[in-house]
Nanobody, 126 residues
Framework: QVQLVESGGGLVQAGDSLRLSCAVS????????MGWFRQAPGKEREFVASISASGVTSNTRNSVRGRFAISRDNAKNTVALQMSSLTPEDTAVYYC???????????????????WGRGTQVTVSS
């Protein structure tokens, strides 16, 4: 079965940077669209960024555009989320997700994704 494992979360100060990584095993990674979502306490899971299987197309949430960047390495079966200028509002559990059916698109909705990691905590102090 497909497995996704996130890493790179931690406690940082406002203005700092973090790089999250997601390792995928058990599937054909190069054919999956990949996404990052986050969920803060008491809130719904929300879209952060996504990237198509080829890496040509990507989408980013408005509130993080210019600060976060998604990338993938199909040779290593990994997807990353580079985060900069972090604020306390970015505090959440960040989840990696894979969409096995997407073709040349980068979905932005939770329901589009088939596989999910268990998440990694990002905490930003003021």
């Amino acid at each position: 079965q497909v497995q996704l494992v996130e890493s790179g979360g931690g406690l940082v100060q406002a203005g700092d940077s973090l790089r999250l990584s997601c390792a995928v095993s058990g599937g054909t990674f190069r054919t999956f669209a990949m996404g990052w979502f986050r969920q803060a306490p008491g809130k719904e899971r929300e879209f952060v960024a996504s990237i198509s299987a080829s890496g040509v197309t990507s989408n980013t949430r408005n509130s993080v555009r210019g600060r976060f960047a998604i990338s993938r390495d199909n040779a290593k079966n990994t997807v990353a989320l580079q985060m900069s200028s972090l604020t306390p509002e970015d505090t959440a559990v960040y989840y990696c997700a894979a969409d096995r059916t997407a073709v040349a698109i980068a979905p932005t909705t939770v329901n589009a994704y088939d596989y999910w990691g268990r998440g990694t905590q990002v905490t930003v102090s003021s």
